[in-house]
Nanobody, 124 residues
Framework: QVQLVESGGGLVQAGGSLRLSCAGS????????MGWFRQVPGKEREFVAA????????YYADSVKGRFTISRNNAANTVYLQMNSLRPEDTAVYYC?????????????????WGQGTQVTISS
């Protein structure tokens, strides 16, 4: 059974940083694309970042480019999202997901397993 468990969310002030983690089990995640998405109530799930299995290919939403960094530790089946210069509009529930695609994709429909999400709240 494939499982993804996010952690690291919380409440920080604008301009601060957070590091999210996503630990996976039940699949050899080292060969799959890993991605991060976020969602606020009443809105569609939004792509944030994704990273290919080799780590050499990454894909970021324009809204987080230059502020967020996705990384992964394949040996530990873990993917991270380092979030710097946080803004109130980054407030959302953040989800990690895994895709069998070879290259990173922003399409949520290409991801087949999802975590339960972790709340990130940025105060102004």
């Amino acid at each position: 059974q494939v499982q993804l468990v996010e952690s690291g969310g919380g409440l920080v002030q604008a301009g601060g940083s957070l590091r999210l983690s996503c630990a996976g089990s039940g699949r050899a995640f080292s060969t799959y694309v890993m991605g991060w998405f976020r969602q606020v109530p009443g809105k569609e799930r939004e792509f944030v970042a994704a990273r290919g299995w080799s780590g050499s290919s990454t894909y970021y939403a324009d809204s987080v480019k230059g502020r967020f960094t996705i990384s992964r530790n394949n040996a530990a089946n873990t993917v991270y999202l380092q979030m710097n210069s946080l803004r109130p509009e980054d407030t959302a529930v953040y989800y990690c997901a895994t895709s069998i695609r070879v290259v990173p994709t922003p399409d949520a429909g290409e991801y087949d397993y999802w975590g339960q999400g972790t709340q990130v709240t940025i105060s102004s």
